[in-house]
Nanobody, 127 residues
């Protein structure tokens, strides 16, 4: 079992920045590709960004490319999401996810391959 706990959500004005963290416990963190997903009110959960086990490979949704950065620290068992130039349409609950099947690749939008999910943290961007 892997437990994932997100933190860092909150309210910010459009154009502002927020940093999310996801702390993992339970198993060897570096054995998992990690990712962030989000779900806005009334919408389906969607992929935001993914990072490979080593942190070398990263992938982003087109909607956040150039504004968000995913990173990880395997020594701290933590994955991060730095969000800059936030827009009201970024408002959502953000979820951390872990995928054991991926070896060198970064997590993509295939939610069916996710092994573990966090409970989410709310990000609200006001205009």
């Amino acid at each position: 079992q892997v437990q994932l706990v997100e933190s860092g959500g909150g309210s910010v004005q459009a154009g502002g920045s927020l940093g999310l963290s996801c702390a993992a416990s339970g198993r060897t963190f570096s054995n998992y590709a990690m990712g962030w997903f989000r779900q806005a009110p009334g919408k389906e959960r969607e992929f935001v960004g993914g990072i490979s086990r080593s942190g070398v490979n990263r992938r982003y949704a087109d909607s956040v490319k150039g504004r968000f950065t995913i990173s990880r620290d395997n020594a701290k068992n933590t994955v991060y999401l730095q969000m800059n130039s936030l827009k009201p349409e970024d408002t959502a609950v953000y979820y951390c996810a872990a995928d054991m099947a991926l070896t060198a690749q970064a997590m993509s939008g295939d939610q069916s391959s996710v092994d573990y999910w966090g409970k989410g943290t709310l990000v609200t961007v006001s205009s």
